[in-house]
């Protein structure tokens, strides 16, 4: 009845911390195939998260539905639904914002509201708790966007040019939000908070120009990269910023999400860029594969 394409997405991309996120060319595919009772729910999970995710009542898109419904006081229906995940689970690429979004607009739909895109981005921060992933991962392209509990504002800006690609390195470990969050600390030097907002700046501004010759810098951080990478096994964290960052083939690299997923953005073949990416994981004894990916400038894709 619905069919939801929702892009992965790589978000606090640098200075960026809670602020900016770019959707990727990478996707989960959900289909609500039968509406059943209230409270009804079923579901066949395929590919990443299928033994995680099979108990349809825990799953985050059928929560994110509920609570999308109980937001905007319209019926609850059960349904049946199909769930194709090529988005690794806990790795900092979005897959648990592709749930929300899915839920969010699969209520909107079946609510028949047609609701305007501010108030699902609303709906949708308000569940996932910050924007950097969800908007993106609804518009596509790349994101600034600012919400303070309530009110959210954003700002979409171009995707990147088709010879820019996105290596993501993929390792075998996880990184759950909750340790990424709680490595960071209570309070910052101000002359951290300096650093970033100029960083931050320049990367806002050099993309929407198409200065990517700036984008390295722009990515650089002190806000939580740094204290993100200590959850890396061995150096391997340390070692992305000391040897990835100035591998000839790299335009900028950064801890993709909450990690452990490393990115970088790279001109054209990605082939040598990928090999060392992988490698220092292997380095620190970890398996690890990679996407080599683009920027997904549509976000979701809606069929009912």
Same mark, same amino acid.
């Given at each position: 009845?619905?069919?939801?394409?929702?892009?992965?997405?790589?978000?606090?991309?640098?200075?960026?911390?809670?602020?900016?996120?770019?959707?990727?060319?990478?996707?989960?595919?959900?289909?609500?195939?039968?509406?059943?009772?209230?409270?009804?729910?079923?579901?066949?999970?395929?590919?990443?998260?299928?033994?995680?995710?099979?108990?349809?009542?825990? *799953?985050?898109?059928?929560?994110?539905?509920?609570?999308?419904?109980?937001?905007?006081?319209?019926?609850?229906?059960?349904?049946?639904?199909?769930?194709?995940?090529?988005?690794?689970?806990?790795?900092?690429?979005?897959?648990?914002?592709?749930?929300?979004?899915?839920?969010?607009?699969?209520?909107?739909?079946?609510?028949?509201?047609?609701?305007?895109?501010?108030?699902?981005?609303?709906?949708?921060?308000?569940?996932?708790?910050?924007?950097?992933?969800?908007?993106?991962?609804?518009?596509?392209?790349?994101?600034?966007?600012?919400?303070?509990?309530?009110?959210?504002?954003?700002?979409?800006?171009?995707?990147?040019?088709?010879?820019? *690609?996105?290596?993501?390195?993929?390792?075998?470990?996880?990184?759950?939000?909750?340790?990424?969050?709680?490595?960071?600390?209570?309070?910052?030097?101000?002359?951290?908070?300096?650093?970033?907002?100029?960083?931050?700046?320049?990367? !806002?501004?050099?993309?929407?120009?198409?200065?990517?010759?700036?984008?390295?810098?722009?990515?650089?951080?002190?806000?939580?990269?740094?204290?993100?990478?200590?959850?890396?096994?061995?150096?391997?964290?340390?070692?992305?910023?000391?040897?990835?960052?100035?591998?000839?083939?790299?335009?900028?690299?950064?801890?993709?999400?909450?990690?452990?997923?490393?990115?970088?953005?790279?001109?054209?073949?990605?082939?040598?860029?990928?090999?060392?990416? !992988?490698?220092?994981?292997?380095?620190?004894?970890?398996?690890?594969?990679?996407?080599?990916?683009? !920027?997904?400038?549509?976000?979701?894709?809606?069929?009912?």
């Amino acid at each position: 009845m619905i069919r939801l394409k929702v892009p992965a997405t790589t978000a606090n991309l640098g200075s960026g911390f809670d602020t900016l996120g770019m959707a990727l060319t990478l996707y989960n595919i959900f289909t609500v195939k039968e509406i059943l009772p209230e409270g009804e729910y079923t579901c066949d999970i395929y590919g990443e998260g299928a033994d995680e995710l099979k108990d349809a009542r825990k *799953n985050m898109l059928v929560t994110s539905y509920i609570k999308a419904c109980n937001e905007w006081n319209v019926p609850i229906h059960g349904f049946s639904f199909e769930s194709c995940n090529a988005v690794p689970l806990n790795r900092g690429l979005g897959s648990s914002s592709t749930a929300v979004v899915a839920g969010v607009a699969i209520a909107n739909v079946l609510s028949g509201l047609n609701l305007p895109e501010a108030e699902l981005l609303r709906v949708m921060t308000k569940i996932e708790g910050h924007p950097d992933n969800v908007v993106p991962c609804y518009i596509g392209g790349m994101t600034v966007s600012c919400w303070d509990g309530e009110s959210l504002r954003y700002v979409r800006l171009p995707a990147l040019p088709d010879d820019l *690609n996105v290596i993501a390195a993929v390792p075998d470990f996880e990184v759950h939000t909750e340790d990424a969050r709680r490595i960071l600390p209570e309070s910052v030097p101000f002359r951290d908070a300096v650093f970033n907002v100029s960083h931050a700046s320049i990367l !806002c501004a050099a993309w929407a120009m198409g200065r990517w010759d700036l984008l390295r810098v722009g990515m650089e951080d002190r806000l939580h990269q740094p204290h993100r990478a200590k959850l890396f096994p061995g150096s391997t964290g340390e070692k992305f910023f000391s040897e990835i960052a100035n591998h000839p083939d790299c335009v900028a690299t950064a801890i993709s999400g909450s990690g452990p997923t490393m990115i970088a953005i790279v001109h054209g073949l990605a082939g040598k860029l990928s090999q060392a990416m !992988c490698r220092i994981f292997t380095d620190g004894g970890a398996a690890s594969h990679f996407f080599v990916l683009n !920027c997904s400038s549509h976000g979701t894709v809606i069929e009912s």
